[in-house]
């Protein structure tokens, strides 16, 4: 038989209509047998999601301010879903040890967590599947990074003698039994974690949009859906700030090929997208699967003659950067000039030593500094293969009237990407999106 490993999103089990909803799909196929849930999520735009609570919960404990408060709003949701689903399931107990817990002074990990553990208690009663705790399964180093194959050779031992259960996203444990998250968003992680470890035949993850649009609804009203698209292709996507799934989230099934299918747990009916290894899309790619951005950018462009036979010229570059802890989001170069795209996040206020140390240390003939850069990814895996898709991007941008400062086609061909000044930023995202639809 398949194995099916469903994940799904925090406003997939919000409340107990949101947890009905949840039942229907894993019951619906037998092959549903794993299922990783997020804490509840925001049930409207003016909700709060349980994990932010209990963080809130955490910040409290540890400025001596009273979170009672906090805590009974958390406790309210979890006894609603409970009592409306008509489960005699006893949450109170479990929510008492993690109040006394918050007040000993837990760490703001194992607050986190406690999200997903009371709400997978609940799926798993809900469900009649078994409960595995994470920490038991998800194996982290005592300096926080995960332990990959002591994970999945933990995962694969317990998982051969349990044929249905519900495993909570988002935490695990170190060697000294410490709870420890991933980042936020971090339950798809854990989702990617179990399917690898039994070489699913399928990784679901449900949210609340039906996969990914070829670009963001924000700015283009009703894009096209993406029913396919390559691990490749969403990886360069995600970077640039399309969201729905954990970057992370894509590495664990991507080495063994397993399928990754985004769905919508209110409109199951829906194909949502499929994400498969580039071997595996038989049809012929268009031009482009998707188009993704991001703000906020300073492009440092530095010149110097004869800098293509200067030995160790990017390197003395680079050094400074890495000693000011900085990274780099790309770095294109012509002969004799080379350009640094770095988020204004990562440069901060670091910007006149770093400036200061390149005069010195690398001794260019001429060095700009071009703030307020936006950039815009436009990819395809079909752009390798066909004429004209660098000259659309470009005509679109032209007749916006958008003037491009930068342009980088990544060694993969399969990504171009612009940077603009951020005020065209939408302006960009709807001319390269009309050029192609
Ligand atoms: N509940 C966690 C968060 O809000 C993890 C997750 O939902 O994936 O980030």
């Not at 997020?38 to 919960?57: E, V």
């Not at 002591?150 to 998982?159: G, I, M, P, V, W």
């Not at 209110?266 to 951005?293: C, H, L, M, Q, R």
């Not at 342009?407 to 939408?426: A, H, K, R």
């Amino acid at each position: 038989m398949s194995t099916i490993v469903t994940k799904f999103g925090g406003s997939s089990l919000a409340d107990a209509s949101q947890f009905k909803k949840v039942k229907n799909i894993i019951l619906s196929n037998d092959e549903r047998r794993y299922v990783v849930p997020s804490a509840p999520g925001k049930r409207n735009s003016k909700d709060s999601k349980i994990t932010d609570l209990l963080y809130l919960c955490h910040a409290h404990v540890s400025t001596g301010i009273s979170f009672d408060d906090v805590f009974n709003h958390i406790k309210d949701r979890y006894c609603a879903i409970v009592s409306d689903l008509d489960l005699t399931f006893n949450i109170r107990e479990h929510l008492d040890i993690v109040k006394k817990d918050l007040e000993d002074g837990a760490s703001s990990d194992y607050a986190a967590s406690r999200g997903e553990y009371l709400n997978g208690l609940i799926l798993a009663n809900y469900l009649g599947f078994e409960f595995i705790d994470a920490k038991d399964v998800m194996i982290f180093n005592n300096d926080g990074s995960l332990d990959s194959e002591a994970t999945a050779s933990t995962l694969k031992a317990r998982l051969a003698i349990t044929p249905k259960a519900v495993i909570p996203g988002f935490y695990g444990a170190d060697k000294e039994s410490n709870i420890i998250t991933f980042s936020r968003g971090g339950s798809d992680v854990t989702g990617a974690l179990v399917a690898a470890s039994i070489d699913a035949d399928l990784y679901e993850n449900w949210t609340d949009v039906s996969g990914f649009l070829m670009a963001d609804p924000r700015i283009i009203q009703n894009p096209k859906p993406i029913s396919k698209i390559t691990y490749s292709e969403l990886r360069e996507l995600s970077y640039m700030g399309a969201s729905v799934l954990h970057e992370d989230a894509i590495f664990p099934v991507r080495e063994i090929g397993i399928p990754i299918n985004i769905k919508n747990t209110n409109k199951p009916e829906d194909e949502g997208t499929f994400i498969v290894k580039d071997t595996d899309i038989s049809s012929k790619p268009t031009a482009i699967t998707g188009i993704a951005g991001k703000k906020d950018f300073t492009v440092i462009s530095l010149s110097k003659a004869s800098m293509n036979s200067e030995l160790g010229f990017c390197r003395k570059l680079l050094s400074i950067l890495e000693q000011h802890n900085i990274s780099f989001e790309n770095m294109p170069s012509g002969i004799d000039t080379v350009c640094l795209v770095i988020s204004d996040s990562q440069l901060k206020n670091k910007k006149d030593a770093v400036l200061e140390e390149i005069k010195r240390t690398c001794n260019p003939d001429n060095i700009e500094v071009h703030p307020n850069m936006a950039m815009i990814a436009t990819v395809g895996r079909g752009m390798a293969k066909q004429r004209g898709t660098a000259a659309k991007i470009f005509t679109s941008l032209s007749n916006a009237e958008i003037n491009i400062r930068m342009i980088d086609q990544g060694s993969s061909e399969m990504n171009i990407l612009v940077g603009i000044e951020n005020d065209n930023f939408e302006k960009g995202i709807v001319a390269i999106y009309n050029a192609f639809n």
